[in-house]
């Protein structure tokens, strides 16, 4: 089920992979499946707009509508749901807090992740540290000339083109450097993991509506002490 896992201090993260699709409608049965591999007893998810709504969340079975979800609740799994934009895992292992984000094209465009990265220093966070997960990588993500265009102007930094020499933008590197614009420590795990590539991931650019999603979850322990 898990793809990569990783820890930061008290906090635990993990990429799962295709073995288990979190985009169907038995989505309390999957999450619970989640929830039980993780060792999680509680798990909030949002309901992904691509948009920039940063929310706090202290209970589980919420789903607001957002981007970003963070919490400061021990125990609290968050999970954030993809197929091909970039999955993010924030952590602030010395203030305890933890948050996951969806940022897509538009999500770059808006600043989603700057976003969340904002909220977390409102709250204290000092040393943040960021996992950029799999996601289709800048020689797959082809868009229509004047839409990359935007997308560069918006983050020079996601200028890119397809393997076959047309207009692109790489979502995942326009993330890196807002995250490093922002003095948080990159972890880009999924560098070199394209979703349309690799097949142990879902891809909506590879498998269209029939795509299922993977995720990002990241939780909260109790501190060492
Ligand atoms: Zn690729």
Not at 17 to 28: K, Q
Not at 101 to 108: D, E, K, P, T, Y
Request: with cysteine; charged share 20%.
């Amino acid at each position: 089920m898990f793809l990569l896992r990783d820890a930061c201090g008290s906090i635990e993260l993990a990429f799962t992979d295709r073995s288990i699709d979190l985009s169907t409608a038995a989505v309390d049965d999957t999450l619970g499946e989640v929830a039980r591999a993780a060792g999680v007893d509680a798990l909030a998810t949002m309901h992904q707009v691509h948009g920039n709504d940063v929310v706090w969340v202290d209970i589980a079975g919420t789903q607001p509508k957002a981007d970003a979800l963070l919490t400061d609740v021990v125990g609290l799994g968050l999970l954030v749901r993809v197929a091909d934009c970039v999955p993010v895992v924030l952590a602030v292992p010395d203030e305890q807090l933890v948050g996951v984000v969806h940022s897509g094209r538009q999500g770059l465009v808006s600043g989603v992740v700057p976003g969340a990265v904002d909220a977390l220093r409102e709250r204290g966070a000092t040393r943040i540290e960021a996992w950029v997960g799999p996601r289709v990588c800048g020689h797959c993500y082809e868009l229509p000339a004047a839409m990359a265009a935007a997308v560069a102007d918006a983050v020079p930094e996601a200028r890119s083109t397809t393997s076959w020499g047309t207009p692109a933008a790489d979502i995942g590197a326009g993330v890196v450097a807002q995250l490093s614009a922002r003095e948080v420590v990159v972890h880009d795990v999924g560098a070199d993991l394209c979703t349309v590539e690799d097949e142990r991931l879902f891809s909506y650019r590879r498998e269209g509506d029939a795509s299922g999603r993977f995720a990002a979850f990241a939780v909260l322990r109790v501190a060492d002490e």
